[in-house]
C-alpha cells in the first residue's frame, strides 16, 4: 500500500513538473512575442514603419536560414508551411496577389503609401484601416520570429535526449567507480542537481524567447546541451550506493 502511495505521488509529481514546464514555455513564448511588438513600436516611431519592418524581416530570415541549413526535414515542411501562411496574410493586408510572400517585402511597406483622394471622414476611417493593417502586419512577423525560434530549439530535441542518456551513463559509471572505492555521496547534491534539471534549460529558453536579440540558435542548443548533460551527470554519480 505504501509503495502504491508513493508511486502514485511520484507520478503526480511529474505530472505537474511536466506542466509547469510546458505552461512556462507557452507564456515565455507570448511574453517574448509582446516585448518584440513593444519594441518594434519604438522603433516604428523613431526610424519609420519600412526600417521597423525591414528589421524584422531581417530577423525572420536569420531564424529561417539556421533552421534550413541544420534541419532540412523541419525545414522542407515549417518554411513551406509559414510562407504559405504569411502570402495570405499579406495578401489580406495589401489586396493583391504574391507569389512569395518574403520576396515583396515592398508590398507590405506599401501600405504606409496607400493613401487615395477621399473626403475627411472617408480619410481618417482609411487611415484607421492602414494603422490597423499595420500593426497587424507588426505582430504577425513577430509571431513568425518566435515561432522559428520554438522550432530551432524544440527541433534539437535529440540531441537533448542524447545529452540526457549520455550524461547519466557516465554518472553512473562515477557512481560505480565509487561504490567500489568506499566513496561517500552526496545527499544534498543529488537532489540539488535533480531540480534543476528542469529549472536550468528552462531559464535558458526563457532568456532565448524573451531577450530581443539576434542570438544565434546553435549557441542556445550548445547552452541547454551542456547544462542538460552536467546536470544529470552531477545528479546521477551523486545517487546513493545502495538504491
Known amino acids: 500500500m505504501n509503495q502504491e502511495t508513493s508511486s502514485n505521488q511520484q507520478i503526480n509529481r511529474s505530472k505537474s513538473i511536466l506542466s509547469q514546464f510546458v505552461s512556462t ?3 515565455s513564448f507570448f511574453l517574448g ?6 519594441i518594434s513600436a519604438v522603433q516604428w516611431k523613431k526610424q519609420g514603419y519600412p526600417n521597423m519592418l525591414q528589421n524584422l524581416n531581417s530577423q525572420y530570415f536569420s531564424e529561417v536560414n539556421y533552421l ?3 534541419n532540412t526535414f523541419l525545414s522542407n515542411r515549417c ?3 509559414f ?10 493586408m495589401t489586396d493583391a496577389k504574391t507569389t512569395f510572400a518574403k520576396s515583396h517585402l515592398n508590398e507590405k511597406i506599401s501600405i504606409e503609401n496607400n493613401e487615395g483622394h477621399h473626403s475627411l471622414f472617408t480619410s481618417a476611417l482609411a487611415d484607421s484601416l492602414g494603422g490597423i493593417k499595420k500593426i497587424t502586419l507588426m505582430l504577425w512577423e513577430s509571431l513568425l520570429i518566435l515561432s522559428f525560434k520554438f522550432i530551432n530549439v524544440f527541433g534539437a530535441i535529440s540531441l537533448f535526449v542524447f545529452a540526457l542518456l549520455f550524461g547519466a551513463l557516465n554518472g ?5 567507480v565509487r561504490t567500489m572505492e568506499g566513496g561517500r555521496e552526496s545527499t544534498f547534491m543529488f537532489h540539488k542537481m535533480t531540480g534543476m534539471i528542469i529549472q536550468l534549460p528552462l531559464w535558458i529558453i526563457i532568456l532565448y524567447f524573451v531577450l530581443p536579440l539576434l542570438i544565434n540558435p546553435t549557441i542556445i542548443i550548445g547552452l541547454l546541451t551542456g547544462s542538460l548533460f552536467l546536470v544529470v551527470y552531477i ?4 545517487l546513493k550506493k545502495f538504491i
Do not use: C, E, G, P
Not at 553512473?172 to 560505480?176: A, G, H, I
Open 79 to 81: 518554411v513551406s508551411f
Open 33 to 38: 512575442i509582446l516585448i518584440l511588438v513593444m
Open 83 to 92: 510562407n504559405l501562411l504569411d502570402q495570405k496574410i499579406v495578401s489580406l
Open 25 to 27: 514555455v507557452f507564456w
Open 235 to 238: 545528479a546521477t554519480s551523486s
Open 172 to 176: 553512473l559509471v562515477t557512481r560505480y
Open 68 to 70: 534550413t541549413q541544420h
